[in-house]
């Protein structure tokens, strides 16, 4: 799948690429609505409803992963609420023996996310994955999403890559065909971002469902 002598940097988004997107989707789906109804007096069907219509008009954009938008749209401490369900962050099988073989290889290893810097850090500490990085890239820092055609200009532009001998692997079809009309050469999706969800087809790009998939490769030679 990836002729490792021809990568350089390996560019790895994080919420349902290396951590479990349950954490996540848990969060939204369940957690924020229950906080959100009993805050409101609302029944929790009401709730979790006007909280979906809300999300799916946001999506994609910077508010959407923003903490501290939600915050002030719904009136909650949104980071707070995070710290209530932090036992549900977890990271991906292979995570750690990828990151490591990559670092035995010499490749240049940059988080690149959408998380809001709050939720970001939790996470970071969490998981302890963050010394596992010669680069965190976070695009509230940049005031740009993923998805948005202007975002990869500018990391490009405080952290210089090749784009014929860059890796991307993240989760979202979305993201990965931005960076493919940026010009990637190689990109991966990740199938099963949720652990507890299903598998998801994935026609457009190679996928993979954990890095165990990669590891042979990056081992062989």
């Not at 965190?136 to 740009?144: M, N, P, R």
Request: with cysteine; net charge negative.
């Amino acid at each position: 799948m990836i002729d490792w002598h021809r990568i350089d940097s390996v560019f790895l988004d994080m919420d349902g690429t290396l951590l479990d997107l349950h954490f996540d989707n848990h969060f939204w789906l369940e957690h924020v609505p229950a906080r959100y109804a009993q805050a409101r007096g609302l029944a929790p069907e009401v709730a979790k409803a006007e909280l979906l219509a809300r999300y799916r008009d946001v999506e994609g954009t910077l508010e959407w992963y923003c903490v501290d938008h939600w915050s002030r749209e719904l009136g909650l401490d949104i980071a707070l609420l995070k710290q209530e369900v932090e036992h549900l962050i977890a990271v991906h099988p292979h995570v750690l023996d990828f990151l490591e073989a990559l670092e035995r290889r010499g490749k240049r290893r940059v988080l690149v996310t959408n998380a809001h810097q709050k939720a970001l850090a939790l996470k970071l500490s969490r998981t302890r994955l963050g010394g596992h990085f010669d680069r965190v890239i976070c695009s509230h820092d940049l005031k740009v999403a993923k998805e948005t055609p202007g975002f990869w200009p500018l990391v490009q532009a405080i952290e210089p890559f090749d784009v014929e001998r860059t890796l991307f692997i993240d989760d979202s079809t979305s993201v990965l065909r931005a960076a493919h009309d940026f010009g990637f050469r190689w990109l991966i999706a990740v199938v099963e971002p949720d652990s507890k969800g299903p598998r998801r087809e994935v026609a457009d790009f190679p996928a993979i469902a954990h890095f165990g998939d990669l590891l042979p490769g990056l081992h062989s030679d």
